[in-house]
């Protein structure tokens, strides 16, 4: 049988895995707006390899033209940073694509696992409830009702009034 205890730790650890799961999809999230920003910039330097130029927006309405021979200065990691050719800028990018599409599947693959457990424990937890729910059950009927008391006698006040008892 069981207690009380064992339903809250139950319920405290399917509680703990939802917020565990929402934490994972706001990850998946946060990939796929950066995969969508590298993808941009992927179709970007694909335009820039081909020879074509073009403007960049700086902002406030402002644009830079892109001369055909122009190079990219790309994060190479850790805040260092080079001078690169758009094939080769291009290259990295996708590198970096791919590699971000490896951790959404990761990171989606952590959330099945986590509603699939989710889900066992919602159902461990709703059989140990009605467990909890029949022996309590079980229990009033076999106890005898104990007689009800007869009601309170009226209460007088001092020489017979009434008080707010009554």
């Keep these: 049988m069981v207690d009380s205890n064992e339903l809250q730790r139950l319920?405290?650890?399917?509680?703990?895995?939802?917020?565990?799961?929402?934490?994972?999809n706001q990850q998946i999230e946060r990939i796929e707006v950066v995969q969508l920003e590298h993808d941009d910039t992927r179709?970007?330097?694909?335009?820039?390899?081909?020879?074509?130029?073009g403007h960049i927006a700086l902002g406030a309405g402002v644009m830079v033209p892109i001369p055909s021979n122009a190079?990219?200065?790309?994060?190479?990691?850790?805040g260092v940073f080079g001078e690169r050719s758009p094939d080769s800028a291009k290259e990295l990018v996708s590198k970096r694509l791919e590699d971000l599409t490896e951790l959404k599947s990761q990171f989606e693959a952590d959330a099945a696992m986590l509603t699939q457990r989710i889900e066992e424990l919602a159902t461990t937890f709703e059989k140990a409830a009605k467990e909890v729910t029949e022996?309590?059950?079980?229990?009033?009927?076999?106890?005898?009702?104990?007689?009800?008391?007869?009601?309170?006698?009226?209460?007088?006040?001092?020489?017979?009034?009434?008080?707010?008892?009554?």
Excluded: C, Y
Aim: hydrophobic share 25%; charged share 35%.
């Design 43 to 53: 179709r970007a330097l694909s335009a820039l390899s081909g020879g074509k130029s």
């Design 135 to 166: 022996s309590n059950q079980e229990t009033e009927v076999e106890s005898p009702k104990t007689e009800e008391k007869p009601s309170r006698r009226k209460r007088r006040g001092f020489g017979g009034e009434l008080t707010l008892d009554d």
């Design 71 to 78: 190079t990219t200065i790309v994060d190479l990691g850790s």
């Design 11 to 24: 319920a405290r650890l399917v509680d703990m895995n939802k917020q565990r799961l929402d934490e994972i």
